[in-house]
């Protein structure tokens, strides 16, 4: 028996000790997602420049990465303006849900 709970509990605080991941990706917009044409139709607007306007209309930020698109958890990290439309290194946690990121850091990806 000790040894069944032994193992329920090590099971159950797996996701606490959840490693950080780094992935390489875009940060984009839920509305836009991976592809900003709708908004630069004329060629004028730059994903940066679209992302913080859809950002700035009611859309979240999210992370895209390897053709799959994850939603931000928080939101009012200041990096993400800052790097909002920009190819860059993300690390963070990945949710039990496999569609959501927590961030702990951006940097411009090289």
Not at 41 to 57: E, I, P, W, Y
Not at 58 to 82: M, T, W
Request: contains cysteine; glycine residues 10%; proline residues 2%.
């Amino acid at each position: 028996m000790r040894l069944k709970l032994g193992c329920f509990l090590l099971l159950a605080a797996a996701p606490l000790f959840a490693a950080q991941q780094t992935w390489t990706g875009q940060i984009s917009d839920e509305m836009c997602g991976a592809d900003h044409s709708a908004m630069n139709q004329n060629g004028k607007v730059s994903a940066h420049d679209c992302t913080l306007a859809c950002v700035k209309s009611g859309s979240k930020f999210v992370f895209v990465s390897g053709g799959k698109v994850y939603a931000i958890q928080n939101q009012s990290l200041p990096d993400l303006k800052e790097h909002a439309g920009h190819a860059v290194k993300l690390t963070g946690d990945l949710g039990s849900d496999g569609k959501t990121i927590t961030v702990s850091n951006v940097q411009m990806a090289r």
